[in-house]
């Protein structure tokens, strides 16, 4: 093994993406039938879409409204004048023959993504973002005889953004993902549902010996709808491009599909190139012309993107990085998080609670592990955490008893926190006496562990405040019990 291992770290991977993001539009790219996944097979559908004869596109003006709010966001050229252009390939599920796409003229050019890496941001480079059309759907079926065509995506309008080839490793390509999925779901232009296929990444996947210059030839594996699977995807095509080298063999540039079952990919086909695509200018589209005025009122009403909440949650919030970053990492959290703010402004509080307890519900019931928060899935109301948390602050309850209402607000999230307080009895009522003979029980039953404390093991602190909080039946102030237990501890023993 240790041999297999120092081959593969003389290589450096070398990585490209296309991200292709679906567009949350009423309409379809160029025909009014309505964009929308999941309804049956075949609804959505217009004749445009069909390239039956006779038949013209008409391009859909939010569909440039939003190429133009994410070329703002990613800090693109946008271009005055940009063009469709036709792509030819046969593909059942591709009516027309031809897919409308942007080629040499796109409507964004340049531009750049920053992404964390261990070794601080890095800024990746976007080479360009294009405005082009889904293809339908071939739906087969297992064992079945035949295979089915839905036409429901076909028309649905995307944004292709492309990237330089400037990730070094599996694991900025799937920060890339993740950074590029809460900047479009912020910007409202795309659900970021990676599971439905709103958003998916082609990776383009190369080697070299480190030290070298010159680039690889690459391979395209295509589709990926899951931050994980890029992951995956990547490092298998790493391993088999090195493997291939070290046994003498050269790579072919090929487009290679990812089977997630299998966790492998295979060749699809070797990569066919622009010529033979056919590609020229539709004849039924006019040229999509941006005014300058167009450009500046999308950047002046852009909303705040996540890296811009992050430094404020930092810099005004006073939140740790670790949160802020946490928080602001999916656009239905962070707003889940300010709503709570607003209702109770006790910023670290709030945080704490949505972080170490929603998180927890929501990441494991959540349907959306990747990524996403699943905070769409939480029963419990945003104000209805700030509540619980002005209880505390409030000194009504102690934090322990916190947890007791939170699972109890799983169960009756129609109750407000005061209701379940009160019903169970669980305010804070033990004045000074309760905590005196929490106190000294602690101090009368747990000897050794006293004994320990004054021996210097501050760590023992902990778990004697616990026992004074569970004799207390954690109705009493947790910092008045602190010091009272803190008081009886540095008393010289009798
Ligand atoms: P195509 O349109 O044929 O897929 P492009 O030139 O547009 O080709 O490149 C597509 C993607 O491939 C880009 O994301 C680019 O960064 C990436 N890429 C280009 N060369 C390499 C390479 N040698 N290794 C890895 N990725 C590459
Ligand atoms: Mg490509």
Redesign the pocket.
């Known amino acids: 093994m240790s041999t297999s291992v120092s081959v593969f770290d003389s290589y450096e991977v070398?990585?490209?993406?296309?991200c292709h993001v679906q567009l949350l539009t009423q309409t379809k790219l160029f025909s009014p039938a309505r964009n929308h996944f999941g309804d049956q097979p075949n609804m959505n559908v217009d004749v445009v879409d069909l390239g039956l004869p006779g038949v013209l596109p008409v391009v859909n003006k939010r569909v440039i409204d939003f190429a133009i709010r994410l070329g703002v966001s990613l800090g693109c050229s946008i271009r005055e004048k940009s063009t469709f252009a036709r792509k030819h390939y046969f593909y059942p599920d591709l009516p027309k023959g031809y897919q409308i796409s942007q080629y040499d003229e796109p409507i964004c050019d340049g531009g750049s993504l920053t992404i964390p890496t261990s070794a601080g941001d890095k800024v990746i480079g976007i080479?360009r973002i294009h405005i082009e059309e889904d293809a339908g759907k071939s739906i087969h079926v297992e064992g079945g005889a035949s295979s089915f065509l839905d036409f429901s995506r076909a028309g649905t309008p995307l944004l292709e953004i492309?990237?330089?080839?400037?990730f070094r490793s599996a694991q900025e390509a799937m920060e890339a993902v993740k950074a590029l999925r809460a900047i479009v779901t912020y910007l409202e232009i795309c659900d970021g549902n990676m599971q439905e296929g709103s958003l998916r990444a082609?990776v383009?996947?190369?080697v070299r010996k480190r030290g070298e210059d010159k680039?690889?030839?690459?391979t395209?594996t295509k589709n990926l709808n899951s931050i994980r699977f890029l992951g995956q995807a990547i490092e298998f095509e790493f391993r088999r491009q090195v493997l291939e080298l070290e046994s003498g063999k050269s790579i072919r540039q090929e487009t290679r599909l990812w089977d997630s079952n299998k966790k492998e990919s295979r060749s699809l086909r070797s990569?066919?190139?622009?010529h033979d695509y056919r590609y020229f200018p539709d004849p039924d589209l006019l040229p999509v012309v941006v005014t300058h005025a167009e450009v500046r009122e999308s950047r002046a009403n852009r909303p705040e993107l996540p890296q811009e909440k992050l430094h404020r949650f930092c810099n005004d919030l006073a939140l740790t990085p670790y949160d802020a970053a946490v928080l602001t990492s999916d656009k239905a959290l962070a707003d889940y998080f300010e709503r709570a703010l607003s209702t109770h402004h006790n910023a670290k509080g709030i945080a704490n609670w949505v972080i170490n307890d929603v998180l927890r519900i929501t990441k494991s019931t959540g349907e959306d592990s990747e990524g996403g928060s699943g905070i769409e899935s939480c029963v419990i109301s945003p104000e209805t955490i700030a509540e619980l948390v002005r209880l505390i602050d409030d000194k009504v309850i102690s934090g322990k008893i916190g947890k007791l209402v939170f699972e109890q607000l799983l169960v009756h999230p129609e109750q407000t926190p005061l209701e379940i307080v009160e019903r169970n009895g669980w305010k804070i009522e033990g004045g000074d006496e309760a905590i005196g003979a929490a106190v000294s029980y602690v101090m009368q039953n747990f000897g050794p562990e006293v004994t320990k404390f004054r021996a210097g093991k501050d760590q023992v602190f902990g778990f004697l405040m616990g026992q004074v909080m569970k004799h207390a039946k954690g109705k009493v102030d947790p910092e008045k019990a602190r010091d009272a237990l803190k008081n009886a501890l540095t008393q010289l023993p009798q």
């Open positions: 070398v990585i490209g993406l296309e080479t492309v990237t330089e080839p400037d082609d383009n996947v190369s680039f690889g030839t690459r395209e990569k066919e190139e622009a």
